[in-house]
């Protein structure tokens, strides 16, 4: 058997360290998830939703509709002509700030990112319903129905019985409360990272409901 005259040395990090690391890189990987729930939920009109991934520069994805309707009835399936805006111009647009504000710290941004790119590239409008396999097949999108599939892309597993054909900002909102709470299960180090404005885990599923909701 062979030996030697050196002791083995053995490194380890103390797990305070250990810990930080993890959380800088996590947080290097920090999804955000901006949402303006409906006058359902405490908030007015439709709603909103954007996805913002602050380490990447310009990684700001809200969809809008550009011009007015066409009808009450038409632009519940009618496809408009679309603009993409920044914080500044969702919260400008909407009058107020996110109701709701969710860190996501395990997705792929850089799928994101790419998925974005594709829609950019791609997108044909914007519906008020969205795109699934019945409707539109991404032809055209809603800000909700293009966060989720943005989402999807980074690896988002909803599983969420709340989803339906049609995505809504309030329906992200569930999805979005849920996938927080499983993150923080799985990668619990996680809720040590701050981000301004987060919305609290008690006011993820917190809403003020009101009696009617403004279309458009």
């Not at 066409?70 to 919260?91: C, M, P, S, W």
């Not at 404005?197 to 909701?213: P, V």
Request: glycine share 6%; with cysteine.
């Amino acid at each position: 058997m062979l030996t030697s005259s050196k002791p083995l040395l053995f490194s380890k990090k103390p797990m305070n360290e250990v810990a930080q690391e993890q959380n800088d890189g996590l947080e290097n990987n920090r999804v955000v998830v901006r949402i303006w729930t409906s006058g359902f939920s405490g908030g007015e009109n439709v709603g909103h939703v954007s996805v913002d991934i602050p380490a990447i520069p310009n990684a700001y994805f809200s969809l809008w509709p550009m011009g007015l309707p066409n009808g009450k009835i038409q632009q519940f399936y009618e496809i408009r002509e679309h603009d993409f805006f920044t914080l500044a111009g969702d919260v400008h647009a909407e009058g107020r700030q996110a109701e709701k504000t969710i860190c996501l710290y395990t997705l792929n941004a850089e799928e994101i990112q790419a998925k974005f790119n594709f829609f950019k590239a791609n997108l044909s409008g914007w519906t008020l319903l969205g795109s699934n396999l019945l409707l539109n097949n991404c032809s055209a999108e809603s800000c909700a129905s293009l966060a989720l599939k943005l989402l999807q892309a980074g690896g988002l597993n909803e599983g969420n019985s709340s989803l339906s054909i049609s995505v809504t900002p309030d329906i992200m909102a569930a999805v979005l409360a849920e996938a927080k709470m499983n993150e923080l299960k799985t990668h619990p180090f996680t809720a040590e990272l701050i981000f301004e404005g987060e919305t609290t885990i008690k006011d993820l599923y917190t809403d003020n409901k009101k009696a009617q909701c403004i279309i458009l």
